[in-house]
Every structure is written in C-alpha cells, then in structure tokens.
C-alpha cells in the first residue's frame, strides 16, 4: 500500500513537473493578449465555448473560438451536413446558430468559467450583418477576440468576401472602425485564387491576425445511387488530407506578407498530432487551431500540448515562441 501511494505521489510530482515546464514553454502573446499556450479550438467544432469542458479542462487549451454567429438564427441546411471521407470529413452544416440576441443572453459563457480566452466568431449576409454583429462583440466583456468568418464555404451566397481582395476590403472599411476594443482576425479561405493577396488585403484593411485557412469546397457522391450525399451538394473539407496543403499556405502568406506585417497567423487545418501543430508553428503560425480531430478524440488537444511543450525542450528554446517561421530554407 506505502508503494502504492508513492507510485501515485511519483506521478503527480511527474505530471506537474510537466504541467510547469509547458506553461513556461508554450505560454505567449497573441495581439496583446496573454495565453497558456499556442492550441485553439476552431469555430464551429467546440459548440458555443463551454461544451467540451466535461472532456477535459479547458484552461489547459490556449482559446476556444465560439461557433460563427449572424444576427438572426439559422437553421441551416438540411441532412445529410455531415460525412466522412477516406482523409477527413466534410461539412455543409450552413452556419446554425442560436443568433446573437440568444447567443449573448443564454449561451455566451464568462470567462472565468471556460478557463482560457475565448473568441467570437462573426458570420453574415451582408457587409451590415458582419459590423452590427462585430460591434456586439466588440464591447462584451466576455469575448477577448473577434474573428471574421469571411469564407464558409456552404451557404447560399457562396464566397465573394473570401475570394476578392476589393469585396474584402469594402467589408473592413465597414467593419474595423467598429472594432475598437478587440483584436480583429479575418479567417481565409483555401479556395482564394490566390490567398496572398487576400491576406495582404485583409492586413491593409486593417485585420491585426489572419487565419488560415477554413476549409476547401469539395463534393461527393453515392455512386450506386447516383446522388449527392450533401444536401447542400458542396461542404467544406477539413482533417488531415489538407494539412500539407496549409502548411504551404501559411509559409507563403507569412514569408510573404505577415512576417514583415508584424501579423500572427492562426494556423488552422488538418491538425491531430503535435507534429502537426509543430510544422504549423515552423511555418509561420503563431496559433495552431484544431478543428476536426476533436470529433475523432475531444482529448486529443492535451496531447498537442504537452508534446510541443516536450518539442519546445528538445529544440532548445526556452519558449515556442523562439520556433515561429523558423523553417531553414
């Protein structure tokens, strides 16, 4: 029994020997505000911030970014909104949400009870719709950060804001004057013509981060019944199948406009492992989102952490932050 309880007293003094070195290690500033680390859980996979507090703690994350919110609820789409792929899964679930009168008053969680900052996530119609629902945003005190969901794929009125550099910019001018308080992110699409420019428009406008990116449009099809599986025909596409393909993507809007901007980058797409997050980081990432493999495994963002923490060590950086953009060419 004495064995026993010093076994048990060897792993608590293990685990918080650990605990202690990844929060020295991975803690770090983000637009001015202050996180335990670089994970954050993407829009639309944790609920509305709180949800996945019975899988594990959420303060051992760094942020929780809150399911994307427009003005009035939506339904969404119809089933299916959801299937797996041989790499992933896709997603036409159409942006449902409660809508941001029920949001604030019976969703809107404080920040003491989630654990970590929280973001809110803004979605809409129209340039008005995004501003009336930032300007909320902007001054509830329980929301640390504002990011703009330019680029869901899978509603109705496709991509415009995400695929023009002008249509991204007359969004901002109507947008960032009313952001006053918060850091602004705009979320990137993968399926830009070219995602540079989008990131160097967004920047110009006046975003203080940039995500990238959400998910690619894809489709699929039951060959024996010759039928779209999506009700809505195309979802976006998320999971491991597009993380070398984001990868290339923040090295390319780092190295060739945020860098010398002074931006951070949210690196968001396909990330299960600590490895993955790591390339993310080397790339150019200042945060690592994680989205679908919470779908997979609730726990698999502990894993993240404590392995970059042990990744963070073994480089011989006393901080991540030391490891941002530090590819060798």
Same mark, same amino acid.
């Given at each position: 029994m004495v064995e026993s309880w010093l076994d048990h007293d060897a792993c608590e003094s293990a685990l918080h020997s650990r605990l202690m070195h990844a929060s020295t290690a991975l803690s770090l500033n983000f637009c001015g505000l202050s996180l335990a680390n670089p994970v954050a859980l993407a829009a639309g996979t944790a609920?509305?911030?709180?949800?996945?507090?019975d899988a594990f703690d959420?303060?051992?994350?760094?942020?929780?970014?809150?399911?994307?919110?427009?003005?009035e609820p939506r339904e969404g789409n119809a089933p299916m909104r959801i299937i797996d792929s041989s790499a992933g899964m896709l997603n036409a679930i159409g942006l449902t949400n409660v809508g941001l009168a029920?949001?604030?008053a019976q969703k809107l969680t404080s920040r003491a009870e989630i654990g970590c900052k929280l973001f809110g996530s803004v979605a809409g119609h129209s340039v008005q719709e995004y501003a009336t629902v930032a300007q909320a945003f902007d001054i509830d005190k329980s929301i640390d950060a504002?990011? *703009?969901?330019?680029s869901c794929p899978n509603t109705s009125d496709g991509l415009q804001f995400a695929e023009h550099p002008d249509a991204l910019r007359s969004l901002l001018r109507e947008v960032r004057p009313v952001v006053t308080h918060k850091p602004l992110i705009v979320k990137l699409s993968p399926n830009a013509p070219d995602i540079v420019k989008m990131a160097d428009a967004a920047i110009?406008?006046?975003a203080d981060a940039l995500t990238v990116a959400n998910t690619f449009t894809a489709m699929a099809i039951d060959v024996q019944t010759r039928s779209f599986r999506l009700s809505n025909k195309r979802g976006g596409y998320s999971g491991a199948g597009i993380h070398p393909i984001i990868v290339r993507m923040i090295y390319d809007v780092y190295s060739k406009v945020a860098r010398d901007a002074k931006k951070p980058i949210i690196g968001l797409g396909g990330v299960s492992r600590w490895e993955d997050a790591a390339e993310f980081i080397l790339a150019g990432a200042t945060?690592?989102?994680?989205?679908?493999? *919470?779908?997979?495994d609730p726990r698999s963002p502990l894993r993240v952490v404590d392995g970059l923490a042990r990744w963070t060590k073994a480089q011989g950086c006393s901080n991540i932050q030391e490891l941002i953009g530090k590819v060798k060419d």
């Open positions: 609920g509305y911030g709180p949800e996945l507090n959420l303060s051992r994350v760094g942020a929780v970014v809150a399911k994307s919110i427009t003005c029920v949001f604030q504002i990011e *703009l969901n330019v110009d406008a006046g945060l690592v989102g994680m989205g679908t493999a *919470l779908y997979i």
